[in-house]
């Protein structure tokens, strides 16, 4: 069985059933058509006995994914289509739900660029393997929106400070920051990629599969470097302790007047969507509370209908993707001025408090 139409490409070998991405020329950045059909195809091989293994993994040299097609989102708000839009984040979390609840083992094979929906792709999967070379991020607060597809139930689960740092930056890390992070499991050298691959189809047809699999991870998986990106967290946690956004812009601001370490990291974060940072601090503890996937992407689908509609996503996907002159003009322009009556109220109807 075999489909290569529309940049996505399903088949099955020796009872392994693959998702292959095919739009390298993009990342493999996610359309509504891409979701789809990954959803319907989980949901067919669930109970197909022939597929005892699920593969995610992408074509082109740059990375797995660089995640959803927000250009397409946003030409749809722009266009008076919200409610295409909102329907593409409803559909892409369903998906990411169905992976994180998936009965059979996924196994998720990566490199290069993993960010944004690749991170609900692959973050999610059971068994996560990734080269040396590939870097993760979420960077939505780059663009005026906030840190969805789950992923924040992933992150609700490391060490706070880090995590915290990671959405608030929306910058690259390195493989073994993803590891510390808790976005991956197992690092193989980068030239490893095609004999992994090859192994994870052998381990299709194994007696003891998730053995198999765990025995790949032991046979491929090399010692991590240090987290750089994690360690510089490590070292300023008591910036990011505080349980307010405002707080720790104050603090981050006080980092960069003084030119210490972290001052670099602090300008990049005080230049992010103050917006989307608004979010990330009360949407991250609510996700420390109630980590569950399921209650987890209900938050999502709630932010989204909140961030997608407003100014700063459209200004911030045309100053990063379209026009690309990296030059927002964020409204408001400071995290003082954000109202955060509206996101606080969808946090606490997500999370049962309001009802």
Request: include cysteine; glycine fraction near 10%; charged fraction near 25%.
């Amino acid at each position: 069985m075999k489909n290569q139409d529309h940049h996505i490409e399903c088949s099955v070998e020796n009872g392994v059933g693959i998702l292959t991405l095919n739009r390298p020329e993009a990342i493999n950045a996610l359309t509504p058509y891409m979701i789809e059909t990954i959803r319907q195809t989980l949901l067919d091989w669930r109970d197909d006995e022939g597929v005892r293994v699920v593969l995610f993994e992408g074509k082109g040299p740059r990375g797995f994914c660089a995640g959803g097609d927000v250009r397409w989102t946003r030409q749809m708000v722009l266009d008076g289509n919200r409610a295409q839009a909102f329907d593409f984040f409803a559909l892409e979390y369903d998906m990411n739900r169905i992976i994180a609840t998936y009965a059979k083992p996924i196994v998720a094979l990566t490199h290069g660029v993993v960010m944004g929906g690749g991170l609900g792709l692959a973050g999610h999967a059971r068994h996560r393997f990734t080269t040396q070379g590939s870097r993760f991020a979420m960077p939505e607060a780059a663009i005026g929106f906030f840190c969805d597809v789950g992923v924040r139930s992933l992150l609700a689960k490391v060490n706070r400070h880090q995590a915290m740092m990671f959405m608030l930056a929306g910058t690259l890390v390195s493989s073994a920051d993803g590891v510390l992070l808790g976005l991956t499991d197992t690092i193989i050298c980068d030239e490893g990629l095609a004999e992994m691959r090859a192994g994870i189809i052998a381990a299709g047809s194994a007696g003891d599969v998730e053995g198999e699999i765990g025995a790949l991870e032991t046979r491929f998986g090399i010692k991590r470097e240090a987290g750089e990106f994690c360690h510089l967290a490590d070292r300023f946690e008591k910036v990011f302790a505080p349980k307010s956004a405002e707080e720790i812009y104050e603090n981050l601001e006080e980092e960069i007047s003084q030119g210490s370490e972290l001052a670099k990291t602090a300008s990049i974060i005080l230049s992010r969507c103050p917006t989307s940072n608004r979010v990330h601090v009360p949407a991250l503890d609510a996700a420390r509370q109630v980590p569950e996937i399921t209650r987890v992407l209900e938050v999502d689908l709630r932010l989204a209908h909140i961030l997608a509609k407003r100014a700063d996503f459209l200004e911030g996907v045309r100053a990063v993707l379209v026009d690309k002159d990296h030059a927002p003009n964020w409204q408001p322009p400071h995290i003082l001025d954000v109202e955060g009556k509206a996101i606080d109220a969808a946090l606490a109807q997500a999370n049962g408090k309001n009802k």
